[in-house]
């Protein structure tokens, strides 16, 4: 019976051994994946000179903290085996006031540590902090709107002196300094892509900078596997109401004649379509509706001038971005139909608080345009490259 009983306790044991093991195996895998670089929005995969030195900075105070709390786990795993109660010893322990020389050197280490961390973390937020100076910087103008991103290159201008102007896709240079100059047009949004830099806030009335380099991994990061360029993640990570959720955006890092190709790109206008073409119907449907709240750069054969306002994003060559809807959708004819007939249906917003005369816009209504109407809307917009 004794064999028995002992068989039966060591299988329990084995068992319980086996589910440990599996646990531990388990919980292991969950801890490490979610340290893997290889998300789109990580900060573990650093992708540009600032975001390197802000990694550096990381690996530095988490080698501090892991040395400390294995020295403190090791110190108290002793105390605790050494110092523990034993069976049938019911001797006090010896009554200690102080210890002079203890104190003085728990004091100390802590300082020490402070100091190490504190010198380079100052550094790090004087570099980030200085202002991007030379002549191959890029300016950026970056306003956060509910619930979209507006880009200005106060630097690339039209014929008419207009700035090139985009929305949600930000195209930048490889390996040159690109210098964010940034603020809201109405509550407080955060401007952040993980792999490039930092969050950083953006206030009402108030300026905001902000720079990255972007490396060869920034460059690789921007591609999918086809090679084709999808652009890095980011998005507003302060909460701004209805759309914070989707209020997402593109870096498109490129080479130095990519980024050129595109800026002659867009500093050229639309082309307004020839009469009797379903591109025209939709450029009626744009003047009469759409120019209310949106603005393009647009040329009739006689030249070339701005039409709309600007309260909404920028459609001169809305055909040639990847993405819509503040990067929530991928920009296809189908998803566009889809946006212009019920765009709330797509993206939380709150259109019937929209006030066009304080110029303050809560996102785009139902117009209940026909399948005629948004047809040759899709026409227009998709033909504008």
Known sequence: MRTVSRRRHGGRRRHWSRRSLAAVAALSALALAACSSELPQSSLNPASDEAESIDRLWILV????????????????????????????DTEPKQTHGNTRLEITWTIIPAVVLAVVAVPTVRTLFDLRAPAEGPDVVTVNVIGHQWWWEFQYPDFTTADGRPLTTANELHVPVGRTTSLVMTSADVLHSFWVPPL?????????????????????????????????????????????????????????????????????????????????????????????????????????????????????????????????????????????????????????????????????????????????????????????
């Open 62 to 89: 988490l080698t501090l903290a892991t040395v400390i709390f294995v020295v403190v786990m090791v110190v108290f795993v002793i105390a605790m085996i050494r110092f523990r109660a034993r069976k049938g010893d």
């Open 197 to 385: 830099a930092g969050k950083r806030d953006l206030l009402p009335g108030e300026l905001q900078q902000m720079k990255f380099t972007p490396n060869d991994r920034a460059l690789a990061l921007s591609l999918n596997d086809q090679g084709e360029q999808v652009g890095i993640p980011g998005q507003c990570a302060e909460y701004c109401w209805l759309g914070h959720a989707d209020m997402r955006m593109r870096v498109f890092v490129e080479t130095e004649a990519d980024f050129e190709n595109w800026v002659g790109e867009q500093l050229q206008p639309a082309l307004i379509p020839a009469d009797g073409t379903p591109a025209a119907t939709g450029y009626e449907t744009f003047t009469e509706l759409c120019t209310v709240c949106h603005q393009a750069y647009v040329d009739d054969g006689a030249g070339a001038a701005a039409v709309g306002s600007a309260l909404a994003p920028d459609l001169t060559h809305f055909g040639g971005r990847t993405t819509l809807g503040a990067a929530i959708l991928d920009n296809t004819a189908e998803h566009l139909a889809q946006w212009i007939d019920n765009p709330p249906a797509l993206k939380p917003m709150a259109p019937d608080l929209n006030d066009l005369q304080g110029r303050r816009l809560l996102g785009m209504p139902d117009y209940g345009l026909t399948a005629d109407e948004i047809a040759g809307l899709v026409t227009l917009l998709e033909s504008w490259k």
